[in-house]
């Protein structure tokens, strides 16, 4: 099992980070030394396409345990810890991840997962499932099913189905109820935390724009609300945007909290979301980010056509001017926090990866009795998660008594 | 149509307080205006079982406006606005309710409702059609259905459902989303004001136990919060006390809570939450309330038979003694909100209510196409409400592009 | 000792009243327990002009364990509880007070006061101390001092005082640190209670204007947006509108959100500071309240004016038409929290009483030493207060290790 | 002129570094274009130990605008941004600062600065005033004055003063009510930003410990809270003590909260606030920061003794291992904010800053007039800030009536 990793000798620095992020995992923790006893994924191939840091490398290290054979690739080359993925192969995994891959170079290490033929595959925008449709549909009828973390990708999943082209059944990680909490507490915290390590700005005083009211721009509003911002949403669906007026904040169209911004922050799952009218109106040292999966809520290249100068004042920051006006995109665009702090912090990737190993598990134990298509998480599933972390935060809760479960059930009263 | 109300005197002041409530109603309001040029409701008669307020009185004629033929009767007779009640039988309405009805009396109104032969139900509770599945069957098959307000009600309902005895379809207006919002933030600032009405108590520097984290329970935990209460809530679902936890409040159960907490509001649907064990735990001066439907969440009986002595220390706080330490019990353990408070805002209703309206209106033009059972709203009644409630706000929102609307479906990109 | 009072028969209500209040007022009994064992005020007659409710009867009760002969009025007439004025007389106190009062009555209750002699004196407005200057200046010389509860107060007293009029010591009380605790905690609830009590309005979705952001202001604004409302400040003071804009409020000239806001709160301390102006700018259905101690902050005169009507829609709600938009006001401009609530939580009171009460010991203590003028409290009788509210409260804290405290003070280090 | 920089070759990166500063600085822009015109500081020297950031040379140049001849060192080496230090040193300013400066090196650059004489001295913990009181006596006579940024600068100085050594006029800029937003505000936000960056952790479920409930301690707490943390806080000031308490955190002794902390921050400006007993209590994996001046307040000698084991885990992160517990320290005990983020972020420089400007403004037109001792800043020096900051900010505010002002000072009504 060849790896093909940027610099071997980082490995123990990786390590050093696997170890530490596994201090706050406590459990996937639990999980992995159940699949150690229980081996419940014994043989099976499991391809992954995730992105490539120490959380990961603790969730690949439990399907191992659990008797797994796991090959890795990365979803997003930038994200990719090359001290991690040289971690992960000095212990024997195998893993396809170099930091900066130009688009050819990560589409040939995609491939090099989708050739060990995975019968379960874990997902972070679909791109391992498409290359296997694309590529070896051969392998889809024996495969036991896949696990998509994105709503990008689960938005593609289901065009694909919905075509009739999806050949083996997902399970929409992402729409777990832990998976939720993640979103707005995970999201919420490390997409401002992005923001803050690359612009050191004041949030109180100034105005943030949250575009887009899901659970993800829900978490960015609290948080920024709780740094003391003030907070302006922009919606297309009304019931999301009644929910943001109803917690508090302001909600404009987009075109009029444009003048108001000191700071933007696209999080829609859309494209275009911050375009050329958006970016005439901006005041003179405004800060835009994206907190969405993919580089295409902000357009990017119609701000650089219109911009009469750019350059890079801080690191991962670009300022554009246009008209006597500096406008500030963080990262390129990039999803803020991954490619301008660590990502999510390693207690939320606990909670999805103790999601995607028990899903993994579930997969295994129905032997590929699902049809295909998008599926939700098991409730079962969602249900031992949350007893697991709270277990690992020290929180113990109450039961029914059996009267009060008959009387839940409108058998009595 | 005879109708049966406390005292027809009171008419003046009722109507004073409808017109105060029409004028926090902007979105039932606007659906009067529009069911009076289009009649949908042409001369169907509507059996409601609400709360006889002043809110619901604005629901009663805008159904009215619409063209259907209204009998109300109330779901709690103590909460039932008896000016109210006259003005709107003043106002040629058919009425059966009297504030503070005994059950017979009270069920006796119910039944007057229930022989006008309703084809539309709308019910607090689902009183209304158990009394028609009881003692009118053959009217059911005619029905076009009925909608529900609670959660208390759904569970009979599907309890109901699960054993074969449901014999016309029912719409849970209470699981709408835009619903979620009003157990959230009505019953939440509510709660709390029923509980400052009666005590006057200083929330900051206090602790406040909340028992059920649902919908509910959220919004009262939120404004308690938001008040300066310390907040520890208490739950046997996994998933929400996960939440809890990760919205920052302690988590707790509830016989560890019951040493702990100032104030304690039961809000799970469920029975016997506080009880002995829990009683005997309490600190001096601990305060009691109920905020869940009905009055069996505290078990009074059991307080009442423990306590040394009882005395009512200041109107609806009843003071239990045991063993020297002084346990104030509110509204007699009846949802606290509208026995102790004036119930929801008319702003809230006015959500609730304009669902109301939508949902029998949609009913009427189904025709009676539903399957018995317990159905979810439509989702596009939802959003109609989500609409005209952000118009009455004066609030605008964005609508896609089509090129975005072909993004967000997976078709391009 | 002749008493005053509306009805003695309403003796037995205001005990029990009174009762409820003393279990919420533990740092208060802790000091008549004391005062009771030794007797600092033995002999001295105390002038109280305060507002006569359940928390003051134990204020009195608490000086004449310390052994003084205490005589009260009511600071506003509007405020008396009677029950509780009848309770206080039939347990032998000397009381002068009568709910509703006109300025006539009421003068000739404060002079009953001021023929009692008093040589220390308690006011909420400077009313008492005002009247002595003005009708028995004979009394001053011997007088130990004044203590002084509100603003308002306070600016009399320097004003008086920088004429060179003042003729005894008068205590800040309203400006210890516990005190602006009160302010903010107390105040900030009692006044949203009474705009709930009163209106029933949904606070989340709506726009509180708060005119004013000194610390009662402050505690308005606080607890406004933890009810979900969104929060617009006005201030003419430029550090407490940047504080305001810091803690994330919007900050608007009032002209400007007068057409904002959903409901207005004046506490300003000043005159005229909603009037002709704003109103014609408001919207139909705004709700307009004060806060501050004295109903000349909104121009309800102009507003009468102005109208094309006005009628009393609710309990203490006067609606003005003004050309079809209107206007509610809420308990005539008068202070919201005592004329619509019940004015301070007992809990609040207890600490401004603590340290009425201890200031009063402090003035016997010191024998008349003080100069004319206004005095803050001292340090250590409002960090007494602190102690003994914490010890109610369950909390314990830290001292400083002798090398920690010699670090402190620079010796070391 | 000559400097004392570590590689000019850094000045063009250093530059970009205080233009950016620059864009957030507008208060202290305003100053400096108002300056040039004035002149107010025409001729004098001006002598600098401050932290020396891309802020702090905007200060300088500000001066210098204004006609200062400013000397500048260091007032922590670990602090100085050389690229900074480079840039000010190639556009003609005279800079004395090394990144990582041992003590003696360090010391032998305030040398550099006492030795060009100063009558104006800006200080950040009072170094430079000390060093010219015990090296240069003779320069004390001329001086105008200086002033203190630091509460641990200013108890050094009044303790100096105490013993009757102090012999020029100190302003304590620290105290200033625009300040105290600064140290809420500002350091609020970046201790937290320091925290996650070195620990990239998910503040949502944990428990962070503040032990210090000044000004800098809410700020911490508050955004703590803000960021979903649960708070606990530790204070010796009974006063302060209950105001964290009103706030709705819970006030636990350091040994209690020791057992329950997953965070830790000391901002008390004491010592050994966090030593052998707390550490003893702590859980595995606890995180322990101070936010306080000096790094005096974790006992990290007392730590690393008893430890078993140490290493650094991530930069910044030293792991002391105590029988089994893992502690986790960060940036070696020193402020965080500085060592482990980026300090203040510009805009609440900018409000710091321009204090400094102003009171050196105001040192100048005074000429020399005030007492040896500390004195406050000016009130109008403060309200001017204030105002500039919200002229920045783009905030209005409204002003008093001639009428209402005479009634705000008790002149009429």
């Not at 997962?113 to 379960?120: K, M, Q, Y």
């Not at 998509?148 to 050949?167: N, P, Q, S, Y």
């Amino acid at each position: 099992m060849a790896s093909d990793v940027a610099d071997t000798t980082l490995a123990d620095a990786g390590e050093a980070r696997i170890e530490w992020a596994d201090g706050q995992m406590p459990v996937l923790r639990s999980i992995r030394e159940r699949f150690a006893q229980e081996r419940p994924l014994e043989g099976i191939v499991v391809g992954a396409c995730l992105h490539v840091t120490s959380e990961t490398a603790n969730l690949v290290r439990t399907l191992a345990a659990g008797g797994a054979d796991v090959a890795l690739c990365a979803s997003n080359p930038f994200a990719t810890q090359d001290d991690v993925a040289a971690a992960l192969a000095a212990g024997g995994g195998e893993v396809h991840a170099v930091r900066g891959d130009d688009a050819e170079a990560w589409a040939a290490r995609v491939a090099a997962v989708v050739a060990r033929g995975p019968r379960i595959t874990l997902d972070d925008g679909a791109d391992l499932l498409a290359a296997i449709h694309l590529a070896r549909p051969d392998l889809l009828e024996g495969m036991l099913g896949g696990t998509e973390e994105t709503t990008t990708g689960l938005v593609r999943l289901r065009a694909f189905h919905a075509e009739g082209k999806l050949a083996c059944p997902v399970i929409a990680v992402n729409e777990a109820m832990t998976e939720r909490f993640n979103d707005r507490f995970g999201t919420g915290q490390s997409a401002l935390d992005g923001i803050l390590r690359t612009t050191n700005l004041l949030l109180a005083g100034h105005t943030l724009v949250v575009l887009g009211y899901g659970w993800t721009g829900k978490g960015i509003a609290l948080r920024a609300d709780g740094l003391g911002a003030s907070v302006i949403v922009c919606e297309v669906d009304p019931l999301r945007a009644l929910e943001a007026r109803m917690d508090g904040f302001e909600v404009l169209p987009a075109l009029a909290a444009a003048e108001r911004g000191d700071v933007f922050v696209t999080v829609t799952g859309g494209r275009g979301v911050l375009r050329s009218d958006h970016f005439a109106r901006m005041k003179d040292g405004a800060v835009l980010a994206n907190a969405g999966h993919f580089d295409v809520e902000i357009d990017v290249a119609g701000l650089a056509a219109e911009a009469d100068a750019a350059r890079e004042v801080r690191p991962l920051v670009e300022q554009y001017t246009l008209g006597g006006r500096r406008l500030n995109l963080l990262a390129g665009g990039r999803v803020v926090n991954l490619a301008a702090a660590e990502g999510h912090p390693a207690a939320v990737m606990d909670i999805s990866f103790a999601l995607q190993a028990l899903t993994a598990e579930d997969l295994a134990r129905r032997g590929g009795d699902l049809e295909p298509g998008v599926h939700a998480v098991p409730e079962e599933v969602d249900r031992e998660v949350a007893t697991l972390k709270l277990a690992s935060l020290g929180v113990q809760i109450d039961t029914l008594s059996e009267e009060q479960e008959r009387y839940r059930r409108g058998l009595v009263g």
